[in-house]
């Protein structure tokens, strides 16, 4: 069974830093896709960045493009969001996601089917 724990949300200033982690169990890290999505009040789920296991290869969005860095200990079996130079507009629950077969690297929430519970991060002075 597959699952992903996010973890390392919490409440920072902007300009700040976080470092969010997804643990994923029931799969090999080594394969398949893992993304990052966001969702804040009323908006819609929106696709962060991508790490295609396969490929070794990285996809972000453009909002976070320069900030946000994604990265993986295949050890651990973790999935890391590195994120700089936080704003306001970075205000969101963050999800982890992945769907087995999915090489990636995808920003499309509808090609992925497993998903964490999500963990908030609130940029505020």
């Known amino acids: 069974q597959v699952q992903l724990v996010e973890s390392g949300g919490g409440l920072v200033q902007p300009g700040g830093t976080l470092r969010l982690s997804c643990v994923v169990s029931g799969f090999t890290l080594n394969y398949w896709a893992i993304g990052w999505f966001r969702q804040a009040p009323g908006k819609e789920r929106e696709g962060v960045s991508c790490l295609s296991n396969a490929h070794g290869s990285t996809v972000y969005a453009d909002s976070v493009q320069g900030r946000f860095t994604v990265s993986r200990d295949v050890m651990k079996n973790t999935v890391y969001l590195q994120m700089n130079s936080l704003k306001p507009e970075d205000t969101a629950v963050y999800y982890c996601?992945?769907?087995?077969?999915?090489?990636?690297?995808?920003?499309?929430?509808?090609?992925?089917?497993?998903w964490g519970q999500g963990t908030q991060v609130t940029v505020s002075s």
């Open positions: 996601a992945t769907s087995l077969g999915l090489v990636g690297p995808t920003l499309n929430p509808l090609e992925y089917d497993s």
